[in-house]
C-alpha cells in the first residue's frame, strides 16, 4: 500500500468564498482606482510589488484618518478615539 506523501493535495472541494471585510473592500476600492485590481483577482495582494502595496497602504492610512475610522477586530472599521 503506497503511503501518503507530505502535503499532498486533498480533494477537489469546492472553496467557499470568503466574505469581505469593510476593511478589505477599501483595500480593492483603492486598488481599483490605482489600476490593480485585476491583477489582485487573479494573482491575489502577494503578487504586487512592495512600492504597489505601500501605496495602497499610504493611501488606506490617509483615508482612514480623513474618516476618523480605525481597523477593529476581523477588518472591521470603528470610531478613532
Known amino acids: ?45 502577494g503578487m504586487l510589488t512592495a512600492r504597489e502595496t505601500g501605496r495602497v497602504g499610504g493611501i488606506l492610512n490617509r483615508r482612514l484618518r480623513e474618516r476618523n475610522v480605525a481597523i477593529g477586530p476581523k477588518g472591521t472599521l470603528v470610531p478613532a478615539e
Open 1 to 45: 500500500m503506497p503511503s501518503k506523501k507530505k502535503g499532498a493535495a486533498k480533494s477537489a472541494a469546492p472553496r467557499k468564498p470568503k466574505e469581505l471585510s469593510p476593511l478589505d473592500l477599501l483595500k480593492l476600492e483603492i486598488a481599483a482606482e490605482l489600476g490593480l485590481a485585476d491583477r489582485v483577482a487573479a494573482d491575489g495582494w
